[in-house]
């Protein structure tokens, strides 16, 4: 299957660079480019991609206003990309509002060019961009440096069973489904169907939301470790 994707940023040369890149791919197709959040909303809402890189910082609307547009659309409107939050620097708030409204993930601008169309791929299969040490380094600061939620998420664990919990404390600590069923003894699959029932129950949208997740119910600490 063909991954359609929109990139949308201010800068012309980074669109064409990423373009370029990716359309020379066989299982990847650009079907639309725009240069602020404005226009990247309305050029995702009719070319329906699977994916979305957005960068961050843009004139007319930015990344963030225009993730939450995409992921949070209006009565009528189906379409829901996945989106990929494109960054110059390692540590930006607005990234993180984004994984709460719903993005993937967030790269560097400046990753290597294997990275970025690796993103796009796992961001397209329904994962959460969250391997590196520093997407975990920076949410863990994230939900440490800012206030609790007015609604304890602690409370809504309750709905869970131990071992769904433990799953979720591993995805959290940034396992991967292979590295959870190893450390847990389980199937793969059984793996997989306890984080599709942790999602469920939680009412998150994916990885990216319940790594937040789990960080503000107090179920893993920064600075922890598998």
Do not use: C, W
């Amino acid at each position: 299957m063909t991954i359609r994707v929109v990139i949308v940023d201010d800068q012309a040369m980074v669109r064409a660079g990423f373009a370029a890149l990716l359309s020379a791919q066989a299982d990847i197709d650009v079907v639309g480019e725009a240069p602020d959040g404005r226009q990247g909303v309305q050029v995702s809402r009719s070319a329906h991609p699977d994916v979305v890189l957005m960068d961050v910082r843009m004139p007319e609307m930015d990344g963030l206003t225009a993730a939450r547009e995409l992921l949070d659309p209006p009565p009528g409107v189906v379409h829901r990309p996945r989106v990929l939050m494109l960054t110059t620097f390692d540590i930006d708030d607005y990234v993180y509002e984004a994984l709460r409204a719903g993005a993937s993930g967030f790269l560097l601008k400046d990753a290597p060019p294997a990275d970025l169309i690796a993103a796009v791929r796992v961001v397209a299969s329904g994962e959460a961009l969250l391997a590196p040490s520093v997407t975990r380094r920076l949410i863990a600061d994230f939900v440490q440096q800012r206030p609790a939620p007015r609604k304890d998420p602690s409370l809504r664990l309750k709905g869970l069973t131990p071992r769904e919990t433990e799953v979720l404390e591993l995805i959290a600590r940034g396992l991967s489904n292979q590295e959870i069923a190893a450390h847990l003894v389980l199937a793969e699959q059984t793996v997989k169907t306890h984080i599709g029932r942790v999602l469920a129950k939680l009412d998150l949208r994916d990885r990216a939301q319940a790594v937040i997740f789990a960080y503000e119910a107090g179920l893993v600490r920064p600075g922890d470790s598998a």
